[in-house]
């Protein structure tokens, strides 16, 4: 599969989408009178995921631009799986993104009339209970190449249809015992119309409606009926329903109701992501991350936590665009839209991840200076802050070499390096313990380079980020890597378990210091560490116990993909 390609016109505008052709040509013809309402329609099994967020964006992206609403209806008939946690969570992340829904909707909200309605199928002789076990019905319904068989059951009595579908509804058949089926063509080219399944006996309670009922009915006999009872419009999904839509044309038909449309759209795969509820619930439930909001997750609330910001996730769905074939994203564009958007916003502030200490000795002993630093460079209204020089500094441990390789600009021994915003210093000694190793380096400082210019014009090439040493403040920094090795992350040896490609390597602690001004700051506040990346506090991060997370390093991959 390719990259995606963002579809952009000679006038360097993005072309429109062809959902947006769709609307906007059934908006200009009147038809349901110029009125656009969209739907969302989670199942409540789990966390939302960034694929999730591209339907979000684009269900209320395209109610926004043609003046129309949006619904958010949960899926809920699926009772073994779902639960309230996940509803709640589903409602706050969709507010998080930016969006409103009109109306809350639960498909369960519609057991009663959906019941009402399969027994109009079943007197206008639509449908019928089916005894067949299991696997007899499995093999009577045949394959893509020989048509089915029809069940011995099939010829019921509309009378007998009612009495039976009502006891399974009162609870007297145990689960799988029965279904209630539609009455459409066993012969049928698309298996999905061969006599599908709208019921089923399920003894289980259900997050909403408790244990009033003990038939449910399936995805393709409540989503469109639940569109239909909303007056929805466009009924957005993703590529894999486009064999559903005949069924879903066909209730609405034999209904007799509200004639919602059902359009499809390609789903977002992403480079080195798994993106489905059921493996992201295994990575949780077996303890490969720390939680559904575990920073490395592509979940919305993993996204939040790693320090994203909707707009950059809004930013990215509009770029991926909306593809009518399977695609792959490559993952660094979702990088480069969080990148964009920090380098717009985020402070800067200095943190030295592996510390050594330098003694700057001709710098009095006692004295502070004040530094004053510009926030932001993209933004002036973010002023600036104080940050406190001192005789003992820490810089990072990399910036040092003492036999270095031609080109490198940073500290070596006899050599001059720039302080960021403060001074030109010289290392003069290297102090080094028992084993060898380098845990001290001994400078001067040049005290006519404030601001980190020489006052005779000599050229220092090298700038390295530094904290004063006495007011520097401790924090933990976790840093992520992406969570699978693999772009394709079910690329792994054969006869292995796809956890196999889990990249080890993916979370890495730091024990390292901070700037003073960051003593108080709160979670999920961005900032840029110069130099080192963008970071965001963590939920466990406490006054006196900062805990940081890498949001995304400095380098741009993406450019370099995209030929920008
Ligand atoms: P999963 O396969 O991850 O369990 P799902 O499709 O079962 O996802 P739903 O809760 O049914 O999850 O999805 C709600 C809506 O989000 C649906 O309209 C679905 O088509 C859409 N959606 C889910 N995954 C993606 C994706 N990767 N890209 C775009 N849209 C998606
Ligand atoms: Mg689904």
């Known amino acids: 599969m390719e990259t995606e390609k963002v579809n952009v016109n000679e006038a360097g505008e993005k072309a429109r989408n062809f959902l947006e052709e769709i609307i906007e040509k059934d908006v200009k013809s009147g038809k349901h009178d110029g009125r656009v309402l969209t739907r969302f329609p ?16 684009l269900n209320f992206g395209l109610a926004q631009k043609f003046g129309g609403k949006t619904n958010l209806r949960f899926d809920d008939t699926n009772p073994t799986k779902e639960d309230v946690e996940y509803v709640d969570s589903i409602k706050e992340d969709i507010k998080w993104l930016g969006f409103k829904w009109a109306d809350e909707f639960y498909a369960s909200d519609y057991f009663e009339q959906l019941y009402l309605w399969a027994q109009e199928l079943i007197r206008k002789d639509l449908a019928y209970v089916d005894d067949q076990p299991q696997d ?5 319904r045949g394959t893509v190449t020989q048509p089915g068989k029809d069940s011995p059951f099939r010829t019921r009595s509309v009378e007998e249809n009612l009495d039976l579908f009502a006891r399974m509804r009162a609870g007297e058949f145990p689960d799988g015992s029965r279904v209630l089926r539609a009455k459409i063509d066993m012969a049928h ?7 599908p399944i709208l019921y089923r006996i399920i003894h289980a309670h259900h997050h909403r409606t408790g244990d009033k009922w003990c ?19 466009h009924s957005i999904c993703t590529l894999e329903f486009d064999v559903h839509r005949p069924l879903y044309d066909w209730f609405i038909e034999k209904l007799e109701i509200f004639q919602s449309k059902q359009y499809e759209f390609a789903r977002l795969n992403l480079t080195y992501t798994v993106m489905s509820k059921r493996k992201l619930l295994q990575l949780v439930q077996e303890g490969f991350v720390s939680g559904w909001d575990d920073p490395r997750m592509p979940t919305i609330c993993g996204l939040r936590r790693r320090g994203y910001t909707p707009e950059s996730i809004r930013t990215f769905a509009d770029r991926v665009g909306v593809a009518k074939r399977d695609n792959v994203i490559d993952l660094s564009l979702l990088e480069f839209c969080i990148r964009e958007d ?24 006692d004295k502070v200076e004040e530094i004053h630093a510009v926030n932001n460079p993209e933004d002036d209204a973010a002023g600036k802050r104080a940050i406190p020089f001192s005789r003992e500094i820490y810089i990072e441990r990399d910036d040092f070499m003492e036999d270095p390789p031609k080109k490198f600009f940073r500290l070596k021994p006899d050599g001059e390096v ?7 210093i010289k290392c003069n000694e290297v102090i080094k313990d028992d084993n060898g190793e380098v845990v001290e380096l001994r400078c001067t400082y040049d005290p006519e380079s404030a601001g980190g210019t ?13 904290l004063s040493a006495k007011h520097a403040v401790p924090a933990e920094v976790r840093l992520f890597d992406r969570l699978f090795q693999n772009e394709d992350p079910d690329d792994v040896p054969e006869g292995t378990d796809w956890k196999t490609g889990l990249n080890p390597e993916s979370l890495k602690v730091a024990k390292g210091f901070v700037e003073p001004v960051l003593q108080n700051v709160e979670p999920l506040d961005r900032f840029q560490f110069e130099r ?30 995209s030929g920008k």
């Open 342 to 365: 920090l380098n717009k916003r985020a402070e800067r502030r200095m943190a030295v991840l592996n510390p050594i200490k330098v003694v700057i000795t001709n710098y009095p002993e």
């Open 418 to 424: 720039r302080l960021r915003y403060a001074y030109l």
């Open 454 to 466: 020489s006052s005779d014009g000599r050229k220092v090439k090298g700038v390295i980020h530094w």
């Open 136 to 140: 007899q019905m499995r093999v009577n």
């Open 532 to 561: 080192l990346g963008y970071f965001s506090v963590d939920y466990d991060s406490k006054p006196g116990n900062l805990v940081f997370n890498r949001t995304s390093t400095l380098k741009d991959t993406w450019a370099k993909i």
């Open 215 to 233: 038939i449910y009915p399936m995805y393709d006999y409540a989503h469109g009926q639940s569109d239909s009872l909303e007056k929805i419009t």
């Open 189 to 195: 080219p698309n298996m999905l119309m061969r006599d």
């Open 42 to 57: 989670p199942e409540p099994n789990g966390y939302l995921h960034i694929g999730h967020a591209k339907s979000i964006c």
